[in-house]
């Protein structure tokens, strides 16, 4: 069977390679990192051969890549031009997909392989997303699907998935941390508005138990880092804790568990319908299978 590229896989090839960095890529095209290797994958996948190497911590395209690379560009640069000559507007991705970031290693990669077997020229557009902003995105339209965090009780919007209890965590000697502090326990959080941060904060407040903000960020990954650096303690549900890092079993005050809710647009396209199902499916799977 003769290949069919996704023009946009096209699209993400050429600009990678143009900015030498596919993380920066990423970012122009509005696309998490997980998309943008699964567009490579798939591109490969559609060639049959290894389009790109590892150089260092970067990807440079293999003799197959720079083939590739050198059609893409020219299909890329017609595509557009078509588009511009016909007065086309580029058309909105078939779905949006929103979600935070705890969900973007194995749900989301997940979900988005199984359905692409489903619906092979469906697009997804992933966007990483605050609790607090998901619930608004869905309701305006900005976006047709979300998982998102909630507290219990609070909401009911979309379906429940799960309860979520929250739990303290650090690094491997946080112990010490916590039994040793002296000018406030040392927190890394989210920046304000987070549900975990409301939850930690009031925790500590209602113990009488003092605390400092040691680190505040609106990445995932950089607030691992913080902690494994052990800059201080975290809180998050038990979804996605990287290694090194270890729930704290005591010495802190308990915390409330959230509720894991799917969020759907009003008049949603059946592909989108189809993508809920699957998405309900594997973070179902995910959570089982962490718990």
Not at 2 to 29: K, W, Y
Not at 158 to 186: H, I, K, N, T
């Amino acid at each position: 069977m003769r290949p069919h590229f996704d023009i946009e896989a096209l699209r993400t090839m050429v600009v990678g390679t143009e900015l030498g960095s596919f993380a920066r890529a990423a970012v122009q095209l509005g696309r998490s990192q997980s998309a943008v290797s699964m567009q490579l994958k798939r591109l490969e996948e559609q060639a049959g051969h290894i389009l790109f190497q590892r150089n260092g911590r970067g990807l440079v395209p293999t003799e197959a890549g720079e083939t590739l690379l050198a059609y893409a560009r020219r299909i890329v640069a017609m595509h557009d031009e078509a588009g511009a000559t016909l007065g086309a507007t580029v058309a909105a991705p078939a779905i949006r997909l929103g979600l935070p970031q705890d969900f973007f290693e194995d749900v989301m990669p997940d979900a988005i392989a199984r359905f692409s077997k489903l619906q092979p020229n469906v697009h997804v557009e992933v966007r990483a997303g605050r609790n607090y902003a998901l619930e608004e995105e869905v309701r305006a339209g900005r976006l047709d699907i979300a998982l998102a965090f909630s507290e219990a009780g609070r909401s009911r919007a979309g379906d429940l998935l799960a309860s979520m209890p929250m739990f303290w965590f650090g690094r491997e000697d946080a112990a010490e941390v916590v039994r040793g502090y002296q000018d406030g326990l040392p927190l890394v959080l989210f920046n304000h508005p987070c549900l975990f941060r409301q939850a930690a904060l009031q925790a500590l407040d209602a113990a009488a138990v003092r605390w400092r903000l040691s680190l505040t960020t609106p990445s995932l990954s950089g607030l691992w880092a913080a902690v494994r650096f052990g800059l201080g303690v975290t809180v998050r549900t038990m979804h996605g804790i990287p290694d090194g890092i270890q729930r704290l079993d005591s010495g802190l005050p308990r915390l409330p568990a959230l509720e894991l809710r799917i969020l759907t647009g009003t008049d949603i396209s059946p592909a989108a319908s189809e993508f809920v199902s699957v998405l309900e499916t594997v973070t179902r799977k995910r959570l089982i299978a962490k718990s």
